[in-house]
Antibody, heavy 120, light 108 residues
Framework: EVQLLESGGSLVQPGGSLRLSCAAS????????MTWVRQAPGKGLQYVSG????????HHADSVKGRFTISRDNSKNTLYLQMNSLRVEDTAIYYC?????????????WGQGALVTVSS | EVLLTQSPGTLSLSPGERATLSCRAS???????LAWYKQKPGQAPRLLIY???SRATGIPDRFSGSGSGTDFTLTISRLEPEDFAVYYC?????????FGQGTEVEMK
């Protein structure tokens, strides 16, 4: 059974930093593109960042480019999201998501989410 | 980027009724890379449909997806109590991938 367990969510002040982790199990982690998707309170879903299976091709949405960095450690089956220069509008639940087996970045499995609150 | 518009915003139906949800793209999805997700309050989204019409593992056959180009539909043939939730479409055809704003299926 696929399991994705996020950690690292917290309350942080504007301009601060935070690192989220996602521990994966139940599948061959190194074979899959992994992503972060967020959901602001009461709002819809928004793609944040994605990374290739090998880790050499990260991608970020324009809204977080230059502030967030996605990475992975395939030896530890763990996905990361380093978030710097946080803004109030980054407040959201951050989901770690595994892409599917058939072509394209659709999300076959999701973690339970990590809450990030940016507030003074 | 591709804008996805879901309609209606809210659908009020009773158990046993048929639900038809629409997702319209601002430009054609050449590979029909369109997915649907269901989300209940306090829970993570769950994949229902990918590639416009392929059901994800464990999804009952009362859920079906159809469409092509710019117009896509999720149909729930007979609503069960657990189907009352918010449904999102997602296009992963043209980067950056985008989501629709959601349709809430509520119990009448």
């Amino acid at each position: 059974e696929v399991q994705l367990l996020e950690s690292g969510g917290s309350l942080v002040q504007p301009g601060g930093s935070l690192r989220l982790s996602c521990a994966a199990s139940g599948f061959t982690f190194r074979n899959y593109v992994m992503t972060w998707v967020r959901q602001a309170p009461g709002k819809g879903l928004q793609y944040v960042s994605g990374i290739s299976a090998s880790g050499d091709s990260p991608h970020h949405a324009d809204s977080v480019k230059g502030r967030f960095t996605i990475s992975r450690d395939n030896s530890k089956n763990t996905l990361y999201l380093q978030m710097n220069s946080l803004r109030v509008e980054d407040t959201a639940i951050y989901y770690c998501a595994k892409t599917g087996d058939v072509g394209g970045w659709y999300y076959e499995s999701w973690g339970q989410g990590a809450l990030v609150t940016v507030s003074s | 980027e591709v804008l996805l518009t879901q309609s209606p915003g809210t659908l009020s139906l009773s158990p046993g009724e048929r639900a038809t949800l629409s997702c319209r793209a601002s430009q054609s999805l050449g590979r029909n890379y369109l997915a649907w997700y269901k989300q209940k309050p306090g829970q993570a989204p769950r994949l229902l449909i990918y590639g416009t019409s392929s059901r994800a593992t464990g999804i009952p056959d009362r859920f079906s997806g159809s469409g092509s180009g710019t117009d896509f539909t999720l149909t729930i043939s007979r609503l069960e109590p657990e189907d009352f939730a918010v449904y999102y479409c997602q296009q992963y055809d043209t980067p950056p991938q985008t989501f629709g704003q959601g349709t809430e299926v509520e119990m009448k």
